[in-house]
């Protein structure tokens, strides 16, 4: 298995158009996170999954963000109507469920963003 | 608010010499931290991790150092190779398995 996976990994978009991007996280990892991450800052917090339930959205998850994990494995983060300030690169991060330590989360390459 | 906070933007050494990252944190229930480290283009690659009941985690050239008192870790990496060169952000993870990452730092290892 390869790590976690995420396309596209760039795009280019209009403002006001919708964007998606997918996340395939490790296989046995039932925890799925989205951050958000722009220049010269950390990785900053959206959302994450366990199995295919939203357990927590950040207040930075506006209501033009909606993500999915239909079945537990693969997600989805659609931007709609995009806005300059979306431009960002956009990480999805897997891990196993569980406060044991070394439940590490593990990042995909990541997906660009920009609104033009 | 910034709960894990990494004053020093950047931080330039020479080969073979040491790299010394600092991060603070403001969050008394963080009891678990990481370092990621990241090249341009691509997503943080975990690198090391300490628990809080324990005060060092060494890994090869990589060594973790966790002060709980002054709510204060550093990674120490000797001797530092130009492909250490890299962004390394610090991150920590409270009771709610919450992850906070710092704004990173910018290490350049000079041959």
């Known amino acids: 298995d390869t790590g976690v996976s995420q396309n596209p990994r760039h795009k280019i978009t209009k403002r006001g158009q919708n964007v998606t991007f997918r996340c395939d996280p490790i296989s046995e990892h039932n925890r799925l996170y989205w951050y958000r991450q722009t220049l010269g800052q950390g990785p900053e917090f959206l959302t994450y999954f366990q199995n295919e339930a939203q357990l927590e959205k950040s207040r930075l998850l506006s209501d033009r963000f909606s993500a999915e994990r239909p079945k537990g494995s693969f997600s989805t983060l659609e931007i709609q109507r995009t806005e300059q300030g979306d431009s960002a690169m956009y990480l999805c991060?897997?891990?196993?469920?569980?406060?044991?330590?070394?439940?590490?989360?593990?990042f995909g390459e990541g997906s660009w963003l920009t609104v033009v | 608010d910034q709960q894990v906070k990494q004053n020093s933007p950047s931080l330039s050494v020479q080969e073979g010499r040491i790299s010394i990252l600092n991060c603070d944190y403001t969050n008394s229930m963080f009891d678990y931290f990481l370092w990621y480290k990241k090249y341009p283009a691509e997503g943080p690659t975990f690198l090391i991790s300490i628990s809080s009941i324990k005060d060092k985690n060494e890994d090869g050239r990589f060594t973790v150092f966790l002060n709980k008192s002054a709510k204060h870790l550093s990674l120490h990496i000797v001797p530092s190779q130009p492909g250490d060169s890299a962004v390394y952000f610090c991150a920590a993870r409270d009771f709610n398995n919450d992850m906070r990452f710092g704004a990173g730092t910018r290490l350049t290892v000079k041959p």
């Open positions: 991060a897997s891990s196993l469920a569980g406060r044991v330590f070394g439940n590490t989360i593990y």
